[in-house]
């Protein structure tokens, strides 16, 4: 079986759903930077869209925005605090660290409200549909494996599109070489993009590599650890809450990678 290309894809969601705008997801991976540069190239009137969790690595949102500057490609960035009004400190000091039992409030509360704003402000009519590309592969992990055969997916307005789905780490790599393309620095630290350390699929150890590259949210980390404890929740951010807890679905569709196995692996280069 021939497999579908990124034009394929890309043409089969335009043509079935006749979206009335197309964003490309920019977190600041390897991957969403190929899939952005690629909709950017093929795909006249796409804007890059980087949902800012309020809980990140500030340079890499720096690199998102000096990319796009750089570029000249338009940037909507929505901020889950200051646009969304979900501020993850207080959430914490609420309710403790997520553990992985929580991923999905996180993932609702800190990027699903983000893209149903961006959407929002596409839309000039209840029926319309908005693209969103994002860079999920299928040979990163066993969790994102699972969208095989799913690369063109509807919810309500918002129209999930996968068009590098197909291609392989070294199709991508490629693809950045051939075109020159500027990578994230922190990717060759922390293994990922950091563009969200809500903590859910936190490693042991990952806080001391956080610590290098941003020393500023690691400390406010630091902060929120003695905060939470204080107010009865005294596991840490890389710990999971006590057992006994129903785990939520992990599958956020712009949170696939914070699950997938060698995450933290900056032995190996960048996983995302």
């Given at each position: 079986m021939t497999l579908a290309t990124?034009?394929?894809?890309?043409?089969?969601?335009?043509?079935?759903?006749?979206?009335?705008?197309?964003?490309?997801?920019?977190?600041?991976?390897?991957?969403?930077?190929?899939?952005?540069?690629?909709?950017?190239?093929n795909v006249p009137g796409t804007?890059?869209?980087?949902?800012?969790?309020?809980?990140?690595?500030?340079r890499t949102r720096e690199f998102v925005r000096d990319t796009c500057r750089d570029y000249g490609w338009p940037l909507l960035e929505i901020r889950a605090k200051e646009d969304c009004g979900q501020d993850y400190d207080e959430m914490v000091r609420q309710y403790g660290f997520p553990g992985p039992a929580h991923h999905k409030k996180m993932y609702s509360r800190l990027k699903d409200r983000a893209v149903r704003l961006a959407v929002k402000r596409q839309k000039t009519h209840r029926m319309d549909r908005v693209l969103?590309?994002?860079g999920?592969?299928?040979?990163?992990?066993?969790?994102?494996?699972?969208?095989a055969g799913r690369v063109i997916n509807r919810t309500g307005a918002q129209l999930w599109v996968?068009?590098?789905?197909?291609?392989?780490?070294?199709?991508?790599?490629?693809?950045?070489?051939?075109?020159?393309?500027?990578?994230?620095?922190?990717?060759?630290?922390?293994?990922?993009?950091?563009?969200?350390?809500c903590g859910a699929f936190a490693s042991h150890g990952e806080l001391d590599l956080v610590r290098v590259v941003d020393p500023e949210v690691a400390a406010r980390i630091d902060r929120l650890h003695e905060q939470a404890a204080a107010?009865?929740?005294?596991?840490?951010?890389?710990?999971?809450?006590?057992?006994?807890?129903?785990?939520?679905d992990m599958r956020g569709t712009m949170c696939v990678g914070c699950s997938k196995e060698g995450r933290v692996d900056p032995g190996k280069g960048e996983v995302e």
């Open positions: 990124a034009r394929e894809i890309i043409d089969q969601a335009l043509e079935d759903h006749n979206p009335v705008a197309c964003l490309a997801g920019f977190s600041g991976g390897t991957d969403s930077l190929a899939v952005t540069h690629w909709m950017m190239e804007i890059a869209f980087h949902a800012n969790t309020g809980i990140g690595i500030e969103i590309a994002t999920i592969r299928s040979d990163e992990s066993r969790i994102r494996a699972g969208y996968n068009p590098i789905y197909h291609w392989t780490g070294s199709d991508k790599a490629a693809y950045i070489r051939e075109h020159r393309l500027p990578t994230n620095p922190v990717n060759e630290v922390l293994g990922m993009s950091g563009e969200c350390l107010n009865g929740f005294p596991w840490r951010w890389d710990e999971a809450p006590p057992k006994g807890k129903k785990v939520a």
